[in-house]
């Protein structure tokens, strides 16, 4: 089971960053996930994948209200609803 903790967003002109970390259930960080942020508004799509501590960071994000989806072979998809980026 993927468990992204919290995407933490920062505002910066009119673009910002979103970043967080991908663990196991049991808290460990996982690395080569891919993680897939979609504006809702706009329907556009940005993919990172997560480093040896399981972080990952998504900048120059035009802000708005984001659905954030974690995928890796062998967990279940994990996704966060509706998390927002704003100013």
Not at 26 to 53: C, K, Q
Request: charged share 20%; net charge positive; no cysteine.
């Amino acid at each position: 089971l993927l468990a992204p903790r919290a995407a933490h967003a920062q505002a910066q002109a009119t673009t910002g960053v979103m970043r967080g970390v991908v663990a196991d259930s049991a808290g460990r960080p996982l690395e080569g996930v891919t993680v897939t942020l979609r504006n809702l508004e706009t329907n556009a799509t940005r993919t990172v994948t997560t480093n040896e501590r399981g972080a990952w960071a998504a900048q120059l994000l035009r802000v708005g209200t984001y659905d954030v989806s974690a995928r890796r072979i062998g967990f279940a998809e994990s996704v966060q609803r509706a998390l927002a980026l704003r100013l």
